[in-house]
C-alpha cells in the first residue's frame, strides 16, 4: 500500500482498523478515506481503534465547505450500494444510537 496525501481510499471489511490507521499515516491525513464493513460489531470495534489512535477526529462539516481530511466510517454489506445519495453514513462521532459508519 503507497497511498498519497489527497487520494480517496475506500477500505472494504475495515475492521479492526489497523490497516485503516496505516492507510491515514501514509495518507499523511490528507484527502478522503472511507472504511466500510457489513458488521456492527466490528465497525465499532474499528472506531474504537481509531478514537484510540486518533485517527480520525470530529468535523463539523458545512455545506460546500472543502476539507483537508475526511475520514469516515460506513456500515454496509458492499454488495449493494445507494441510489446516488452522498448521506451514505455518518462519521464515528455521531451518537452511538444512530450509528451507520
Do not use: H
Not at 7 to 36: H, W
Amino acid at each position: 500500500l503507497d497511498p498519497k496525501g489527497g487520494a480517496t481510499v475506500l477500505d472494504l471489511c475495515c475492521a479492526p482498523g489497523a490497516k485503516f490507521c496505516l492507510i491515514a499515516d501514509k495518507m499523511e491525513k490528507q484527502g478522503r478515506l472511507f472504511g466500510i464493513d457489513a458488521s456492527q460489531q466490528r465497525i465499532e470495534s474499528c472506531a474504537s481503534v481509531l478514537r484510540k489512535y486518533k485517527t480520525c477526529y470530529p468535523t463539523q462539516y458545512k455545506e460546500g465547505e472543502v476539507v483537508d481530511w475526511d475520514c469516515r466510517l460506513i456500515r454496509a454489506d458492499g454488495t449493494t450500494w445507494n441510489n446516488g445519495s452522498t448521506d451514505i453514513g455518518l462519521s464515528i462521532w455521531e451518537t452511538r444510537d444512530e450509528l451507520i459508519f
